[in-house]
């Protein structure tokens, strides 16, 4: 399979626990540090023993069958679900009893399976809000309209702009978002998580919907937001394309628990991951 | 580049109309006011609009624009309107100049109904949709029934405040000297207050009210509180505090309708706790609805149509609150309904107001 | 013995509490609106049973069979009018329709009926007198708690072993898949609205028959009550219906009785807001967060 080259790409090296990063980002606290991560709704494990490790500059991947709990390990990294066992290292900071806003403050941004955008809103306030945290005036300034809140806005709306030509959006700044094609509706809430000036950018489901032609664009621009922002990616995907092209490190999920981790290419010839997906042989 | 001159036309354009339109009217009915050409019964109207246009655009601001259902906005109202007048009561000595006592006296109702909106917000802008629409419901009827149990006097020592929760209490009880005067009385209210209110004060506070939630829908906390609407979890997810908007967005609102009961209080001579009841929440719920949610054009327009609209169908005499209630579900079901509303778009083909979206 | 006595009528008015709060919460359940006009069909109830007394003559069980009927149509008729073209729209816009509904049945009773309150007749007089006269329970409190009781339990079996009552249920859970398996969802919204206000007038009857007077506004802080009282159990379920309603009536003759009259309101609606602080889908209901 075809491997989107990026100027960054290095061999991935073991770390302590059972998880390699890329040899680049060695030496540097890793972005994420996942350790014996789990979460029980009413007495159901969701995930268990959940430990991952992703270096500052990594492209990870997130696979595994439908319910194998991906979008559940999000939620924990994210802090909408609060873990009932493990700890979540972000930056080497504990993220113990924080919440989504404190987490995403200390720089983990996602997008979201179902799209979540502010629909009513225009595509620029979505990114602007992204940026929420970056602008700094307060209730009275934006009342009065003070000078501050003038030099604030008008910085916002070039980097809202900035930020939205990464993928040709700036010409719809205006357009509601809600009103965008699907496409463009992920997109945007890429855009948006990218404003907050994340560390760790999670992607859930990037490629949903989209047709090859915008997947493999998908792709490049995907590499071309690591390499520009210096940032870690990890990303839920199906389309094996995309993960296989892009990701440096890929983890598999099934029932809650991983079944293995390694390059691409470790994975693809993983009896034990090509048995979750396709099922087991019936022994003759 | 030029797309972004042309939006800072759009949205600036939208806010300059509305104030414009509003100082229009004023002058226009300050005009006929001072001629004399308006009745009787408009000209004694003219502040109780302006009240209800603030309570309109203030409850927009929680429903419309922060999408969260509130029934009990008059509490804050009565609130206002109370802390108001004993504040330009007490006052009356003190400073003898009428507006400057009027302007402290708003100022004041506002600040109670910011407390008052603070006490309840806090813990009740937890829950959501149906339910806190009925616990706003039951706070305005516990403040409805407080301050029917507060008799309040003043005298040169100060104020004087007895709470009646047993109804064995009376103004006796307050112990104030001669020269003292009652100004609350319980359940009876608030009695022989001077009507120092004047429309030009209706006037400012209206375009207080204005620059206020226009200016703050177009800065970054109002976009903040506009995105807890459209979707509380990805608002969560870019790092935006839920409790810290929906409590601004809830206690600005409470403000401006503490400032407007102030000057509904000040301009009768005689007010009770159960003018501002859960029918009146819902009379200014029924103005923010029609007038379009989000649309603050809408809620003045709504706001003084309706108003106006039940003196007006006087002639109809016993049958003018049929009228209103059909009218109010006719319309309802016009703007609402697919089918009717692609026969009335045929019939009248009106432009819709734009939306205060940013 | 004062305080049974007071327990005893904070139960009978729990009752009629409780018995509105069923069709709230029926309504409520499955139409997933706020029928604000309820407790105005319970106004209506009252009148008719009372002019069917009075001016028709008629005997007091024929006159409740009478009002239910009256109710009946009324509630189809309010909700194929104006709630049914407002399936799709936004839930405030029902809720102002529900209002404006609100307004013109009072109205209508105000310009048919007047202004003025009327005496209402218990339906039934007299009372029992129990431990040498210190304690005496009306009939009607009796019979209130009675209806209310044989109310439950009817509407338990009716939701749960028939089948308009599976596809009410089916309904509140899901219309859209309740559709696809043949349910006629908009003949179930109307059954619905039809027996909740049957049994607005069962609890206008008894309600007038406490309070012995009538007026067009008699429904609506019942109404209001009646509501924060399904809140308070839990809206959408049957039980949590009794129980809210049972528990604010008792709450309010109490508070009524040995705190403060002018702050018995207060007392009640501060104890929803407090159990709705502690528990956010009230006391029996289920709830469901967000899913992400």
Request: charged content about 15%.
């Amino acid at each position: 399979m075809a491997r989107i080259k990026s100027k960054n790409d290095s061999p991935l090296v073991p770390m302590p626990s059972d998880s390699f990063i890329p040899q680049r980002d060695l030496g540097k606290t890793p972005v994420l540090e996942a350790k014996h991560l789990g979460i029980d709704f009413g007495g159901l494990t969701a995930v268990d023993d959940f430990n991952l490790t992703i270096g500052r500059t990594e492209i990870a991947g997130l696979i595994g069958p439908n319910g194998a709990g991906k979008t559940t390990v999000f939620n924990l990294l994210t802090k909408v679900y609060q873990p009932t066992r493990g700890t979540i290292m972000v930056d080497g900071y504990d993220t113990k009893g924080m919440s989504t806003v404190q987490v995403n403050k200390l720089g983990v941004a996602r997008t979201f399976q179902n799209i979540r955008l502010f629909n009513n809103l225009s595509v620029e306030d979505n990114v602007k809000l992204g940026m929420h945290n970056q602008i700094k005036y307060g209730m009275a300034e934006g009342i009065l309209r003070l000078p501050s809140y003038w030099k604030q806005e008008r910085i916002a709306h070039e980097r809202a702009l900035e930020l939205l030509s990464i993928f040709d959006m700036d010409g719809m700044a205006e357009a509601k978002a809600g009103s965008l094609p699907y496409g463009a509706q992920r997109r945007l809430e890429i855009v948006r998580a990218l404003g907050t000036n994340p560390s760790l950018l999670l992607l859930d489901e990037p490629a949903a919907g989209m047709n090859p032609s915008e997947t493999a664009e998908l792709m490049e621009n995907i590499i071309k937001i690591r390499d520009t922002f210096q940032i870690a990616i990890m990303l839920i995907e199906h389309d094996m394309n995309l993960v296989m092209g892009i990701c440096e490190g890929i983890c598999v999920l099934n029932f809650g628990k991983v079944i293995a981790k390694g390059t691409p290419d470790e994975i693809q010839s993983n009896p034990v991951v090509i048995e979750a997906y396709l099922g087991k042989k019936k022994e003759a | 580049m030029k797309l972004k001159s042309r939006k800072l036309k759009k949205t600036t354009v939208i806010d300059f109309a509305t104030y414009i339109g509003v100082v229009l009217a004023f002058i226009i009915m300050n005009t006929l006011k001072n001629q004399g050409m308006l009745t009787r019964s408009l000209t004694g109207q003219l502040i109780p609009i302006c009240c209800y246009i603030v309570m309109a655009v203030s409850l927009n601001l929680t429903v419309g624009i922060l999408g969260e259902l509130s029934l009990g906005h008059a509490g804050f109202m009565s609130v206002g309107a109370f802390s108001g007048v004993v504040a330009a009561m007490s006052l009356q000595t003190v400073i003898p100049s009428e507006p400057l006592r009027l302007a402290i006296a708003l100022v004041v109702g506002a600040i109670f109904a910011a407390i008052a909106g603070t006490l309840v917000g806090i813990p009740v802008l937890r829950l959501r949709g149906d339910y806190l629409a009925i616990v706003t419901l039951a706070f305005g009827e516990i403040i409805k029934e407080l301050i029917n149990c507060l008799i309040i006097g003043v005298d040169e020592t100060g104020l004087h405040i007895v709470f009646n929760a047993t109804g064995t209490k009376s103004v006796n009880d307050l112990g104030l000297s001669e020269a003292g005067r009652v100004l609350i009385k319980g359940a009876q209210g608030a009695t022989g207050t001077q009507t120092i209110a004047s429309f030009t004060a209706g006037f400012i506070l209206i375009m207080i009210s204005l620059v206020v939630i226009l200016n703050l829908v177009r800065s970054r906390s109002g976009r903040a509180i506009m995105a807890l609407r459209d979707n509380r979890i990805a608002a969560e997810s870019v790092g935006i505090n839920v409790t810290k908007y929906k409590l601004m967005a809830f206690v600005t609102s409470a403000a401006l309708a503490g400032a407007a009961g102030a000057l509904y209080g000040l301009n009768f001579s005689n007010l009770v706790a159960t003018k501002f009841d859960f029918n009146t929440s819902i009379l200014v719920l029924v103005f923010v609805v029609l007038g379009g949610l989000g649309n603050i054009w809408g809620s003045i327009i709504a706001a003084t149509v309706l108003t106006i609209l039940p003196e007006a169908l006087r002639g109809f005499d016993d049958y003018r609150m049929l009228i209103y209630a059909i009218v109010l579900i006719l319309v309802m079901l016009a703007t609402n309904n697919p089918q009717m509303k692609t026969l009335f778009a045929k019939l009248i083909p009106v432009r819709r107001g734009e939306k205060v979206n940013g | 013995m004062e305080f049974l006595s007071y327990l005893i009528s904070g139960i009978s008015l729990g009752s009629v509490y409780a018995i509105i709060a069923l069709g709230y919460t029926m309504v409520y359940g499955i139409a997933k609106m706020l029928n604000f006009a309820h407790g105005d069909v319970i106004m209506v109830g009252g009148y008719i049973s009372l002019l069917s007394m009075t001016s028709l003559g008629l005997p007091w069980w024929l006159a409740v069979i009478l009002a239910m009927v009256v109710c009946t149509v009324l509630g189809v008729v309010i909700e194929g009018l104006a709630y049914k073209p407002l399936r799709a729209a936004p839930s405030l816009a029902v809720l102002i329709t529900a209002i404006g509904v609100s307004y013109f049945l009072q109205n209508a009773a105000l310009l048919l009926w007047g202004a003025s309150p009327k005496a209402y007749t218990p339906i039934i007089a007299g009372s029992v007198k129990l431990f040498e006269g210190q304690l005496s329970i009306s009939y009607v409190s009796m019979l209130t708690v009675f209806m209310c009781i044989v109310i439950m339990i009817a509407l338990t079996l009716f939701t749960g072993k028939t089948r308009m009552g599976k596809a009410m249920r089916a309904c509140s859970e899901d219309k859209s898949a309740a559709q696809l398996m043949g349910i006629n969802v908009n003949r179930t919204i109307s059954m619905t609205f039809a027996i909740g206000s049957a049994l607005a007038a069962i609890a206008g009857v008894l309600l007038c028959s406490s309070y012995t007077s009538l007026m067009p506004t008699t429904g609506s802080m019942p109404g209001i009550k009646a509501f924060t009282a399904a809140v308070f159990g839990g809206i959408g379920s049957i039980p949590g219906a009794l129980l809210g309603g049972v528990l604010l009536g008792i709450i309010e003759s109490l508070a009524k009785a040995y705190i403060s009259t002018q702050l018995a309101n207060s007392i009640v609606f501060a104890v929803l807001i407090i159990t709705l602080l502690v528990r956010p889908a009230g006391l029996l209901g289920k709830y469901v967060p967000e899913k992400v």
